[in-house]
């Protein structure tokens, strides 16, 4: 890991130990009032929680709520983040959806956008090389911790008081948005340096080959050698694939099982911790693969990069990952959104260019997003009619925003544009779930609600 990438660690690890250890002051602070005798503190009213569920009828609230779908699943996927921070406002504030209903439509709207997204990204070559734009490799280290991270964070959720998420979501946020737009002014300032250096008649670009081929991008373009067939079918890996979507299905049916056991029963926690072999396994295999590769090619002196990350594959820096697996799924889990807030960032953060972050970012934020739709399905978290046709504004919006913005990146030849969409997507989720956070914890404060943690079981 690099100083700043140490650096930015440290600011979310400070910043969450912060946040929660917070609530221990004030939950202190709550039962000596209640010590005291006083009778302001009590449990969120559960009148607060009841579903409400808009009728799907042509209005200006529906064209508008189309038009920023639209725009958000757009701008969303390119940069690889889904845009549920974008969406679960949307739905609360000018939709009227409850917050429960908005996260599940926002999981469906995910889910759209990623899988017209995926079905693009297959049909282009690789930008640099002759390899899938999908890592698959990083999927496989990536894509089963952040589906046990969804699950956790679906867990806190019950018990984390809303005030805290928030507080958490914000410090997230701005983090990861400020790192990704000086990664953006970065990668512009490089590109900007090679274009000028090609410009010259007779000048000689440096030695930095992988970024001089990434700022060409007519590879963007499907080379007329390969038909789109061709290209879709050297992208699917198949046997990779399967081991993910076998992952999926395992996840699917334990947490359709654990919605019909009773909540902390024996059965209810033995079919929890069975999520944790599951992604360990799947995990520990990708994991120690990448190990051995990096370390024979280390010792014959071959020092080309295993798969799109050009990280060194030490136990730190692969648990470094997990970690980062498992905190991705967790705000994905409390926030509604498919985990890219977190997978985007990092995949950039340890060498992997712009296209193929988004692509593969992508890749896996379509598997967790359907896990969390199929749970909300049979949860019966959303209406059918308002999910499907707000799923289907997001499928177009994933599909065209692809293929614009890279048309627009193989004009300019510029790959930081994908970054940059990346840091204005994340920013502008830190102030629409800030405000809404913030004023409904004022509400929360004025009616002398409950500030602590909720108890786990009481609140299923």
Known sequence: MTTTTKGFVLYLLSGFSIAILSVFFINKNNYDMMNRGSNLLRAPDLADTDQVWPKLELNWRLVMATVIGFLGSACGTVGGVGGGGIFVPMLTLLVGFDTKSAAAISKCMIMGASASSVWYNLRVPHPAKEVP??????????????????????ALSVVFPYWLITVLIIILFIGTSSRSFYRAIEMWKEE??????????????????????????????????????????????????????????????????KNDAV??????????????????????YEAIKLYKDYKKRMSTGNTETICEASIQWSPLNIAFCALCGILGGTVGGLLGS????ILGPLLLEIGVIPQVASATATFVMMFSSSLSVVEFYLLKRFPIPYALYLMGVSILAGFWGQYLVRKLIAILRRASLIVFILSGVIFASALTMGVIGTEKSIGMIQKHEFMGFLDFCSSQ
């Open 192 to 257: 900007t340096i090679l274009k000028n250096e090609l410009s010259k008649p007779h000048g000689t670009v440096n030695s930095r080959g992988e970024l001089l081929i990434d700022t060409e991008y007519e590879p963007l373009i499907p080379k007329e050698e390969k038909s789109g067939l061709q290209i879709l079918c050297f992208n699917l890996r198949w046997k990779r694939l399967l081991l993910l979507v076998t992952v999926w299905v395992l996840f699917t049916v334990i947490q359709v099982i």
């Open 133 to 154: 734009i999908i890592d698959y490799d990083l999927a496989l280290l990536f894509q089963p911790m952040l589906m046990l991270g969804i699950t956790v964070g679906v």
């Open 263 to 284: 909540p902390c029963s024996t059965l209810y926690w033995v079919l929890f911790c069975l999520q944790f072999p599951v992604s360990v396994l799947v995990f520990g």
């Open 338 to 341: 498919g985990g890219g807030f």
